[in-house]
């Protein structure tokens, strides 16, 4: 069955590899999933609102769960609900009298109709020809963003636990050219691999330092913080005083696929073999105590 087509019910939530780390390390793709609820209610159609969509970085960072380092990955669409949000992040222009009862905690992407439930596609196109409910954006809220939430605090929790560290490594793809509604000027070339750390906020110096290190050895140009610094998920569970280390690792589409056609090329082998042995180097280095905060 097309997964454009899968209905969506049960789990919007799938985790690969084990509940419990074998290796100080949790994985998160926020923004892979392709089955698209029934109460979307968008007025463009699901290829459209693939927009938003990390095309297969699930099925790139997957191989981790071999080697015991479970891999959480959302199956709803970005365009429905962003993890990667706070769940105050309300883009009130989705709304009909553009009130919130609940708590408003914006993050300033509905600027760009990227808020927690978002108002436009890339180009600018609005997603709905209608407001939507208070009702509506509150189910989406407890059915999709607080157990992602919750799932990746337990994983997280466990994984300190069992070894004393973590690192949680949110797992994202980037178009090879910044949009008109994204981030940076529009008709930027991104580079290779963006690091988002928040300004060095989330996760040790010395964990970025590694991660830009292993992959510019393999021939890749990094970034940091540009234009991507990282936003919720690491915010959220980035506590690097007490061992628990989060980095945002953007990859450029072009590595990997053909954007045009939504299809992988070669490079999609090579790139994966890369953050492989990458990850057994952060794994290494964080069991030899190489993150501790300063």
């Given at each position: 069955?097309?997964?454009?087509?899968?209905?969506?019910?049960?789990?919007?939530?799938?985790?690969?590899?084990?509940?419990?780390?074998?290796?100080?390390?949790?994985?998160?793709?926020?923004?892979?999933?392709?089955?698209?609820?029934?109460?979307?209610?968008?007025?463009?159609?699901?290829?459209?609102?693939?927009?938003?969509?990390?095309?297969?970085?699930?099925?790139?960072?997957?191989?981790?769960?071999?080697?015991?380092?479970?891999?959480?990955?959302?199956?709803?669409?970005?365009?429905?609900?962003?993890?990667?949000?706070?769940?105050?992040?309300?883009?009130?222009?989705?709304?009909?009298?553009?009130?919130?009862?609940?708590?408003?905690?914006?993050?300033?992407?509905?600027?760009?109709?990227?808020?927690?439930?978002?108002r436009t596609l890339d180009d600018g196109t609005p997603?709905?020809?209608?407001?939507?409910?208070?009702?509506?954006?509150?189910?989406?809220i407890a059915r999709c963003h607080a157990p992602y939430?919750?799932?990746?605090?337990?994983?997280?929790?466990?994984?300190?636990?069992?070894?004393?560290?973590?690192?949680?490594?949110?797992?994202?793809?980037?178009?090879?050219?910044?949009?008109?509604?994204?981030?940076?000027?529009?008709?930027?070339?991104r580079a290779d691999i963006v690091l988002g750390d928040?300004?060095?906020?989330?996760?040790?110096?010395?964990?970025?330092?590694?991660?830009?290190?292993?992959?510019?050895?393999?021939?890749?140009?990094?970034?940091?913080?540009?234009?991507?610094?990282?936003?919720?998920?690491?915010?959220?569970?980035?506590?690097?005083?007490?061992?628990?280390?989060?980095?945002?690792?953007?990859?450029?589409?072009?590595?990997?696929?053909?954007?045009?056609?939504?299809?992988?090329?070669?490079?999609?082998?090579?790139?994966?073999?890369?953050?492989?042995?990458?990850?057994?180097?952060?794994?290494?280095?964080?069991?030899?105590?190489?993150?501790?905060?300063?």
């Open positions: 069955m097309n997964p454009l087509s899968t209905p969506f019910t049960d789990d919007p939530i799938t985790l690969h590899g084990p509940q419990q780390a074998a290796q100080p390390i949790v994985l998160d793709s926020p923004h892979s999933g392709t089955r698209f609820p029934a109460d979307f209610g968008a007025a463009v159609s699901h290829e459209a609102l693939r927009d938003g969509e990390d095309c297969f970085i699930d099925a790139l960072w997957q191989p981790a769960a071999a080697r015991g380092i479970p891999l959480l990955a959302a199956e709803y669409p970005r365009t429905y609900l962003d993890p990667n949000r706070h769940a105050g992040d309300i883009d009130l222009d989705l709304l009909a009298d553009r009130h919130w009862p609940d708590a408003h905690v914006p993050s300033g992407k509905a600027t760009i109709g990227k808020a927690l439930i978002w997603i709905y020809d209608r407001p939507l409910t208070v009702d509506e954006i509150r189910g989406r939430h919750q799932r990746l605090a337990a994983l997280m929790a466990a994984a300190h636990a069992a070894h004393g560290v973590v690192v949680h490594i949110n797992c994202h793809s980037m178009n090879a050219v910044a949009g008109a509604m994204g981030e940076g000027p529009a008709g930027t070339p928040r300004d060095g906020t989330t996760c040790a110096p010395a964990l970025t330092a590694l991660v830009r290190e292993q992959l510019a050895a393999r021939g890749y140009r990094v970034a940091i913080n540009d234009p991507f610094k990282g936003v919720e998920l690491v915010r959220a569970f980035g506590q690097p005083v007490a061992g628990r280390h989060s980095l945002q690792l953007e990859v450029n589409k072009r590595l990997y696929m053909d954007e045009a056609t939504r299809s992988r090329h070669d490079g999609f082998a090579r790139l994966q073999a890369d953050l492989m042995a990458l990850l057994d180097a952060v794994a290494q280095a964080a069991r030899a105590g190489r993150f501790q905060a300063a």
